[in-house]
């Protein structure tokens, strides 16, 4: 099962290129690499919009009036 890992490895290089020699191939080999580490300040390939809409709701006063 995939960890769901959206930050890119820092070693990895390029599609089908890893550093330390693996297969490279972000969602398959990075998902379950045990050598990942997320690159400084990497961005995810795509946004939680549940956990932004779920702070907005938060952060809205009128919720808890």
């Known amino acids: 099962?995939?960890?769901d890992?959206?930050?890119q490895c820092?070693?990895?290089a390029y599609e089908g290129e890893c550093?330390?020699?693996h297969e490279?191939?972000?969602y398959?080999?990075?998902q379950k690499c045990s050598d990942y580490r997320p690159k400084k300040n990497g961005r995810p390939n795509r946004?939680?919009?549940k956990k932004e809409k779920n702070i907005k709701w938060m952060?809205?006063?009128r919720n808890f009036e």
């Open 5 to 7: 890992r959206e930050v």
């Open 10 to 12: 820092t070693f990895y």
């Open 59 to 61: 952060n809205d006063i």
């Open 19 to 21: 550093v330390k020699g």
């Open 28 to 30: 398959k080999t990075c």
């Open 1 to 3: 099962m995939s960890r």
């Open 24 to 26: 490279g191939i972000f």
């Open 47 to 49: 946004k939680n919009l």
